[in-house]
């Protein structure tokens, strides 16, 4: 029972490697594995940051809209003072304070944060559209794109940072007094608070921390691609959290772990790479992962019944 449960999404990250392994021989180079990792590093950025918010017992809804805010302030900056450096910070320090006005939010206001985060995503979206105008910004600012484009040692560099930031959030859940506030929050928040978890700072905290890994994702996003649109970013908000929830972190809060929503981010992205060199239908694509991610929730759920 605990290997399926908290090993269920690296089987099946390794079953999907081998197979695509032996199907194709252009699956399995080292060109094919960087460029996924590379290509999703966002995504994978945003999806270890939302983890908290889960296992928190929470929803951030607004990952895409923060991600275009702060895609398309990096763009504006660096197109308007020419200073690459100060564009692509402002992007996760903008990430960070709009997080951190969600989690006031949801903590001041008391609102459920699935209905507060539904909410100040319309409103970061409206955001996104005033600062361009509804167009898209280029930018042509010697040095923007080698955070995005750049490599070291052989490997790009958004693949270090994904590694850089993954190790960083997998200690602070899993070995730190904040982190085990995270989960006693998200397992039980009164409980929590009357043990003496400061509840709704871990809840603002979570929020926070997501908000920036959606900054950090966008410095990335936009200077790979050197312009910045309101639309960046278009449902990957659904897209993190289905790779949480097929990482096995509990919808309920109080389980989960940032490794795995991890993998289910890559075990997404190979199965969307599988069908692309086989030559599949791409509109098979949504309804394979979709089965995969309800038959994951589906065995959460009976594991939560059998409890």
């Known amino acids: 029972m605990l290997l399926a449960k908290d090993y269920a999404v690296l089987i099946l990250l390794v079953v999907v490697t081998v ?9 399995f180079t080292s060109d094919n594995l960087l460029n996924i ?3 999703n590093a966002p995504l994978a950025i945003i999806a270890a940051a939302g983890t908290f918010v889960i ?3 929470n929803f951030d ?8 805010v702060a895609s398309v302030s990096a ?13 692509l910070a402002a992007a996760p320090v903008i990430g960070l304070a709009l997080g951190a006005v969600n989690g006031l939010v949801v903590t001041a206001l008391r609102i459920h944060s699935f209905l507060a985060t539904l909410a100040s995503s319309l ?17 042509t600012a010697d040095g923007f794109t080698e955070l995005g484009r750049g490599e070291f040692l052989g490997v790009f560099i958004p693949v270090w940072v994904l590694a850089g930031v993954v190790a960083l959030l997998w200690f602070l859940l899993s070995g730190t007094v904040f982190g085990r506030h995270v989960f006693a929050t998200g397992g039980n928040a009164e409980a929590a608070e009357l043990s003496g978890v400061r509840v709704n700072r871990v809840k603002i905290l979570v929020f926070t921390l997501s908000g920036l890994a959606a900054g950090v994702a966008a410095a990335i996003a936009v200077s790979r691609i050197a312009s910045g649109q309101p639309q960046a970013g278009a449902g990957m908000e659904l897209q993190a959290i289905a ?4 990482g096995g972190t509990s919808i309920h809060g109080g389980v989960g772990a940032v490794w795995r929503s991890v993998a289910g981010v890559f075990l997404i992205a190979l199965i969307g790479n599988g069908f692309d060199i086989l030559d599949f239908n791409p509109q098979l694509k949504d309804l394979v992962t ?5 038959a994951a929730v589906a065995l959460a759920a009976v594991g939560r019944t059998r409890r």
């Open 61 to 68: 809804l607004s990952t895409a809209s923060v991600f275009a």
């Open 290 to 294: 979709g089965v995969i991610i309800l």
């Open 123 to 139: 409103v970061y979206s409206a955001l996104a559209v005033l600062i361009t105008g509804g167009a898209l910004i280029t930018v």
């Open 75 to 87: 763009a504006w900056l660096a197109s308007e003072t020419g200073n690459v450096a100060l564009a």
């Open 55 to 57: 296992v928190s017992g």
């Open 243 to 246: 790779a949480i929830i097929l």
């Open 37 to 39: 990792l590379n290509q």
């Open 19 to 27: 197979y695509l392994s032996f199907a194709s021989s252009a699956f």
